[in-house]
């Protein structure tokens, strides 16, 4: 019989480590989930993890790696504050969809306005739309009392709604001959988030999701705040003594993450999505939770993380259309990844001892 013994401190080599063995984990038990479905379950696997990067179509899928992994870089960069507090955003879907409309409002109110100074006002007002968003749920707990899990999770069915609604009446293209959906602002090109460097996929999203590690890394290490931050963290009721305000951090993580989602959003919309529509949700907020576990709240971490992910994302893409694999097949590995973390999470807090009879 084998117990489960608690650490005084968790293991530093098993926080590096669990990562690389949930990711090891979900390949084996993909490979034989895909050999159950009747595939080649190496091929599979190569498809998902190895062609995206170095097969044939390599030269359109590398690109798109960038494309894929900064919306989830800057959206887990502001989730990973508030967890590393105790604060658990699960909505960042929802600021993600609010931010989107907010930006795409400011480019269509101002629409067809050739000037510089447009593109970063819908910026500004997509950050503005995701912490307005995420100071609900905020405002809601310091009040209150209420679980921000809860309320942060409802507002994304909230977004959601609001985002059909805009689809199809106040943003619906006019020239659109009826269909819902706003002008593409990709043809717009004072509103346009095109690339920067061509042949890279580099635009002025992935910029801000590398400003946004930046930041939260000096934040988190060389910032008074960020030490209140850890101490909530770890020790509330000490951080309390030391004079930290619980409601002030809720407001300040909240309000973060929701800006830096917003953020995403806007940089999708204005980019790769190019107009508001009912579907405007892609689950970028959702796996942006799983990112910043796997990368163990830190902003290396979290960079490496979302770049895995979104080699999921471009991997199950090619497998659908090379191996006619199931469309979910990008979920199914998203949520063995994280069940596998959290399983192996324990060896960080917990030793395994074989336990001796009396």
């Known amino acids: 019989m084998i117990q489960l013994v608690p650490r005084t401190a968790p293991a530093p ?3 590096v480590l669990t990562p690389l063995m949930a990711v090891l984990a979900t390949m084996v038990v993909g490979g034989l989930l895909f050999g159950a ?3 080649d379950p190496v091929a599979a696997i190569r498809t998902i993890f190895w062609d995206p990067l170095f097969g044939p179509a390599a030269g359109y899928s ?3 790696l960038l494309v894929k992994a900064a919306p989830l870089i800057l959206i887990a960069s502001g989730l990973a504050v508030g967890f590393r507090a105790g604060i658990w955003n699960i909505g960042a879907e929802g600021q993600y969809i609010i931010g989107a409309i907010t930006g795409a409002a400011v480019a269509l109110a101002f629409h067809p306005l050739q000037a510089w100074w447009l593109f970063p006002l819908m910026v500004a007002a997509g950050m503005a739309g995701g912490w307005a968003w995420g100071m609900i ?14 309320v942060s999770l409802m507002l994304v069915y909230v977004a959601q709604r609001i985002a059909a609604w805009m689809a199809f009446g106040p943003m619906r293209n006019p020239e659109g001959m009826g269909f819902p959906g706003s002008r593409n602002l990709q043809q717009y090109p004072s509103a346009a988030n095109p690339e ?10 992935v910029v801000a999701a590398a400003v946004a590690v930046l930041a939260t890394w000096f934040l988190m290490s060389r910032h008074i705040r960020g030490f209140h931050i850890r101490a909530a963290g770890i020790a509330p009721r000490a951080a309390r003594f030391a004079g930290v305000r619980p409601e002030v951090l809720v407001a300040f993580c909240l309000g973060l993450s929701g800006a830096l ?3 995403a959003g806007l940089f999708e919309v204005a980019g790769p999505a190019g107009q508001i529509t009912d579907r405007v949700g892609v689950g970028y907020g959702f796996t942006a939770i799983i990112v910043a576990f796997l990368g163990r709240l830190h902003p290396v971490g979290i960079l490496l993380a979302g770049l895995l992910m979104a080699l999921t994302y471009i991997g199950g893409e090619l497998a659908q259309l090379t191996m006619s694999l199931p469309a979910a097949t990008v979920q199914v590995f998203q949520g063995m990844l994280l069940f596998f ?5 324990l060896l960080t807090r917990f030793q395994i001892r074989r336990r001796v009879r009396a």
């Open 13 to 15: 080599h098993w926080q």
């Open 37 to 39: 479905m009747g595939h």
């Open 62 to 64: 590398r690109p798109q």
């Open 137 to 150: 749920p905020a405002l809601l707990r310091n009040w209150f009392g209420a679980s921000e899990i809860l």
């Open 196 to 205: 920067l460097i061509a042949g890279t996929g580099a635009h002025w999203g």
């Open 261 to 263: 989602a917003g953020a």
């Open 341 to 345: 973390l959290l399983g192996f999470d």
